[in-house]
């Protein structure tokens, strides 16, 4: 499976939770699936979809998802041991892992060659931490979502892309009506 | 009252609850304080984009945030600055160690000091200048303007107005 079938898959367990979801194609891919005001496109800001999320995790209570990339964990990767020192029970990073740069035209990532995303969260201290194949994303993440544990879920899927329009509402728009949800 | 406790005391005074902070020699006194109270959540960050990355999650998580960080953070962080906080207009207040000014013993941190100004400035980021203790009376004022006006906004502090770099 590709990101894009995953998110379908998944997107009804994600509309009713708060996504911070991952520059590119990835936001494009699940605004154009089911754009939902508890969804925080990144528009820009390659690496921090974990931070983000990691953030609004700490400062209120309900569940927050972050739909990341291998690429931009691998751009960012201080944030494993920030949250694995800190996590929150109501906080789960999923790192979509095709092992690939999709959004630049799948450019392969040391992820899909010999770095181990799952190994080095739980050498950065993550207790839960998972990897899941691409076929068993949905099951999975509500398994997760029931355990009320602060997770990291590393999603193991193919590398590819669908072709969805570019996001082009404004950002503070995206970012009032999220903050609106958020509040809610 | 040391000026560790007044800044400390201003972000509490302004409702400042989520801290994030990636030392410097300069600032060890103020994050020791930020740790120390009961009304500040401090995480510490391993790069100051991150740090950025996590306050504005808390910000829209209803939380006011700040960052303490060395200037030389801002050649990490300006993309950020840009992308993130300025393009979805997000308020936060940067409290930078201003390095490489007046009494600086590490010829290194010159080589920032000199872009720290032209940088803020071209990314049009409200700058304020401690050099004196008593310059400190304005941040009360610029964490109001900064939660007014939705902007990053920068406090730099140099070593003056640290008093120096002790026994260095
Ligand atoms: C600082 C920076 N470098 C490079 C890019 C270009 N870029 C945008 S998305 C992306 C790929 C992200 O890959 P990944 O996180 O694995 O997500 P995927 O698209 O594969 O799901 C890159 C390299 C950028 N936006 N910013
Ligand atoms: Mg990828």
Redesign the pocket.
Known sequence: MI?SEILKEIAPILRDELVVC?????SQELHAIDDQPTNFYML????LASSIGFGLALAQDKLVISI????????NLGTLPTIGNNMPSNYILMI???G?????G??P?Y?GMRTDLAAMAKAAGCENVIEVQDVDTGAKLQEVIDSGKGTVMVVKCD?G?AKMPVITMDPVVIRDRFMKAVAS | MSIDTKIVDDLVANDVSFVTTVPCKQLAGVIEEVEARDEIFHIPSNKEDEGMGLCAGAWMGGKRPAIIMQNTAIGVTI?TLATLTQYYRMPLPMIISYRGELREPVACQVEMAVHTKALLNQMHIPTYHFHKESDADELDAILKYTFMCNKPVAILTDASFWGGYGDQ
């Not at chain 1, 991952?22 to 990835?26: A, L, M, Q, S």
């Not at chain 1, 820009?44 to 690496?47: C, D, F, H, K, R």
Request: aromatic letters at 4%; a negative charge.
């Open positions: 990101r991952n520059i590119g194609i990835p820009g800001t390659m690496g990341d990339g291998d690429g931009s964990v691998l751009t979509i892992d095709n690939s740069y999709g959004s630049t799948d450019q990532t992820a590398s892309n | 993309n």
